[in-house]
């Protein structure tokens, strides 16, 4: 039987590395568990709702009445069951039970990873009750607390409410700040009127965090405010809220996006009204974390078929495995995933210091660059890693029956939630005139080199020199006009999280010995190389090493 968790050794690895020893011995038996669930039946249910069971909007009973119910399959709402109450959303905020304390994102994202090898799609709905839960617990007051968390937190003790946050709308999708649903003072709450344009888990949902604007006179983003949107009234009644139509998408077929019109919503305003954006931005965070999250799972997922086809199919009276070409592109997907899952797990530390309150200004912003580094880097290889699958497998590649078609199909609309390549750019332009975050990345980068024992002496210097580089040509570009800034945002996020990965890539070969290495030479030879017509036979070198001397994991090792 597969298991997700016991083929990928390198995740026990990063997982020892930030957890204390009781809880990842803890944590290890319960991904070893849900590592098997997510490679069997999960995966098995995913098939079934992508091709037959996709969400269905049930329009009017019987009688003629909107009710905007949301058919799920039966199979969805297991994985449902079993993936909320092994603790993904609410042991990030409550007790472990069998530990006495809090979990927190390190394994909820180990879960989501696991998860998204067989289910992208419905980690979206995750995602958006990790960003709900975040949004009450930081920001509502204790009576509202009281009333939605324990719900948004259900981990089997309580009826769950999985979670949303409604923010585009059609008028102006990237743009927030042209939002124009409207928030209408009632006694202590609010009435809501406006339309959503693409709501993901709607109708799913048992509550949504939306953004509103009580006063119209308040332009932009510093206009809206944040409300709690239940999806149903407290006698069960729906609560104003009807559904357009359900979205009819390329991939991630397991989450219904909908058009969603607010009537005269009920909503609870949620902390300062002159903060909703602010809010939502700290929660757009921890989606865009997520994001990467699923990205990294698509492309582990992409290697494990991309590998086991090539170690299971002839031609030419050799195994695939036995070409040269074959091995190089295995090796490089190898490299670039471990590496990516090192530089993705230091991100997540770090926010999980900055949205415990911890952090310093400066890790504030360092925090809020990582995530955009991570985030558009993990989304576009999602989609490479998916298409190597597909290429590894010939015409076989592109055939429904085998997984390779809905990898690519759910990658794609990782490079677009949460932020586009092109808004991701703009973030980091942003950071840079704010806080001048290229200086404080820089010289955390520098501080991290230092550290390194002489051995890695010649990656040191490259990735010394890359940074250099990259740092005087981004003071050059500070200094050009605006539109020449936004012309070279993209360039400069590439040029950033080039060197981010290769720092991290040489910390990992620093501590943990050969193997990690040679991924980081590799890694540094491809990410920096000066020589574009470099002959280079590193990956075949390396190979089994790298593919097939894979360390082995401490439950592995156990069993």
């Known amino acids: 039987m597969r298991n997700f968790y016991t083929e990928d050794p390198n995740l026990a690895t990063l ?54 119910f949301v058919w799920k399959n039966e199979g969805y709402l297991k994985t449902v069951k079993q993936t909320y109450d092994r603790g993904i959303v609410g042991y990030v905020h409550k007790e472990i039970p069998a530990l006495g304390h809090k979990g927190n994102y390190i394994y909820s994202f180990a879960q989501g990873y696991l998860l998204s090898q067989s289910e992208p799609g ?44 409604f923010l585009t709308e059609r008028q102006g999708g990237s743009d927030v700040g042209a939002n124009e649903t409207r928030a209408v003072k009632e006694g ?32 932009g983003t510093k206009g809206l405010s944040l409300f709690l949107v239940p999806w149903k009234k407290d006698d069960g009644s729906n609560n104003n809220l009807s559904i357009r139509r359900l979205k009819d998408k390329l ?57 086991s086809y090539a170690y299971e199919r002839g031609a030419f009276k050799q195994k695939l495995k036995d070409f040269p070409m074959i091995r190089e592109s295995l090796v490089n997907m ?67 029956d085998f997984v390779t078609p809905r990898l690519l199909r759910d990658a794609q609309v990782l490079t677009v939630w949460e932020g586009t390549a092109n808004i991701l ?14 200086h404080l990345f820089f010289a955390r980068m520098k501080r991290e080199l230092d550290n390194l024992p002489e051995n890695l002496a010649l990656e040191k210097t490259k990735v010394m020199k ?55 030479r590799i890694f540094i030879e491809h990410t920096l190389q000066s020589d574009p017509y470099l002959l280079s036979e590193l990956a075949l070198k390396h190979y089994e090493l790298i593919v097939e001397k894979t360390p082995v994991s401490s439950e592995l090792q156990r069993n």
């Open 15 to 68: 997982l020892k590395a930030y957890l204390e020893p009781g809880f990842f011995q803890w944590a290890e038996e319960e991904l070893v568990e849900y590592g098997a669930l997510c490679a069997n039946e999960i995966d098995d249910r995913a098939r079934h709702t992508d091709r037959e069971g996709q969400p269905k909007l049930l329009k009017y009973d019987k009688m003629g009445n909107d009710i905007s």
């Open 122 to 165: 419905f980690y979206c709905p995750v995602t958006l009750t990790m960003a709900t839960a975040y949004l009450i617990d930081h920001y509502a007051d204790e009576k509202l607390k009281e009333k939605f968390l324990p719900h948004v937190l259900a981990t089997g003790d309580v009826e769950l409410y999985e979670g949303a946050t």
């Open 251 to 307: 991939g991630v077929k397991a989450v219904p996006s909908a058009e969603v019109l607010l009537e005269g919503s009920k909503a609870y305003l949620v902390g300062d009204a002159s903060k909703g954006f602010s809010y939502m931005a700290e929660a757009l965070n921890l989606s865009r974390l997520c994001n990467a999250v699923a990205s990294v799972g698509i492309m582990q997922r992409a290697y494990l078929e991309a590998k």
């Open 466 to 520: 890359a940074i250099d580089s990259a740092h005087a040509r981004i003071n050059q570009i500070s200094q050009m006009n605006q539109s020449m800034q936004t012309y070279h945002s993209k360039r400069m996020t590439k040029w950033l999280t080039n060197i981010f990965e290769s720092t991290i890539a040489l910390k990992d070969a620093a501590q943990y010995g050969e193997r990690k290495q040679a991924i980081s």
């Open 425 to 438: 750019g703009l973030e980091v332009l942003r950071l840079i005139h704010k806080y001048e975050v290229h």
């Open 188 to 219: 202590e709450n609010y009435l809501l009127t406006g339309e959503k344009y693409f709501a993901s888990n709607a109708g799913a949902c048992g509550v949504a965090m939306v953004l509103a604007r009580i006063d119209d006179q308040k332009q």
């Open 334 to 400: 190898k490299v670039k995933h471990e590496v990516e899952m090192s530089a993705l797990f230091s991100s997540i530390a770090l926010f999980e210091k900055v949205a415990s309150g911890q952090s310093s200004e400066e890790e504030q912003a360092l925090n809020r660059l990582l995530i955009a580094l991570v985030k558009k880097e993990t989304a576009e290889q999602a989609v490479h890693f998916s298409h190597e699958a597909i290429e590894m497998h010939g015409g076989n590649g592109y055939i429904e």
